[in-house]
């Protein structure tokens, strides 16, 4: 039984076959490099988690990716799922789908509290400016007004 685990899973097509493909690494340099041997239709992800092949391919069946197992160089094989592997599939599928589920509220929540911050900022610029654009209108006059209030005035 074969227990090396993969990053990355997906399917390209290359002389009209499409097959399921498998790697660790990058997705974009595998792309590139089954790009460059003739490979057409590349789609390949990131696995959740490390896989074996057949974790991989029922977790790609479970999201309705459908290709065959590549055999050697010029023949294919046709996968078929036990009900375990399709259990685990589905399990598979579920935590993925939970885990973006709270990447995208972690991001929202993000995005919102940066926003109150940066309003908060641009209501005290905002303050600010009035209150350089009154001494300004006002001159002196404010100024000796201020210092008056505060004791540093004298006369």
Same mark, same amino acid.
């Given at each position: 039984?074969?227990?090396?685990?993969?990053?990355?899973?997906?399917?390209?097509?290359l002389n009209g076959e499409n097959t399921f493909r498998f790697a660790t690494g990058k997705v974009s340099v595998r792309e590139y490099k089954l790009g460059r041997t003739g490979h057409?239709?590349?789609?390949?992800?990131?696995?959740?988690?490390?896989?074996?092949?057949?974790?991989?391919?029922?977790? +790609?069946?479970?999201?309705?990716?459908?290709?065959?197992?590549?055999?050697?160089?010029?023949?294919?094989?046709?996968?078929?799922?036990?009900?375990?592997?399709?259990?685990?599939?589905?399990?598979?599928?579920?935590?993925?789908?939970?885990?973006?589920?709270?990447?995208?509220?972690?991001?929202?929540?993000?995005?919102?509290?940066?926003?109150?911050?940066?309003?908060?900022?641009?209501?005290?610029?905002?303050?600010?400016?009035? +209150?350089?654009?009154?001494?300004?209108?006002?001159?002196?006059?404010?100024?000796?007004?201020?210092?008056?209030?505060?004791?540093?005035?004298?006369?």
């Amino acid at each position: 039984m074969n227990t090396k685990l993969f990053t990355i899973a997906g399917t390209s097509t290359l002389n009209g076959e499409n097959t399921f493909r498998f790697a660790t690494g990058k997705v974009s340099v595998r792309e590139y490099k089954l790009g460059r041997t003739g490979h057409s239709n590349i789609a390949l992800q990131e696995l959740p988690q490390p896989m074996t092949k057949q974790d991989a391919i029922a977790f +790609l069946q479970s999201k309705g990716v459908q290709a065959v197992m590549p055999v050697g160089r010029r023949s294919v094989q046709a996968v078929e799922m036990t009900e375990e592997q399709i259990a685990a599939a589905a399990e598979a599928a579920k935590k993925a789908a939970f885990v973006a589920r709270m990447a995208a509220a972690r991001a929202a929540k993000a995005a919102e509290r940066q926003a109150k911050e940066d309003a908060d900022f641009w209501a005290a610029q905002a303050g600010a400016a009035g +209150l350089i654009a009154a001494v300004d209108e006002h001159g002196v006059e404010a100024e000796r007004e201020l210092a008056h209030e505060d004791g540093s005035y004298e006369g």
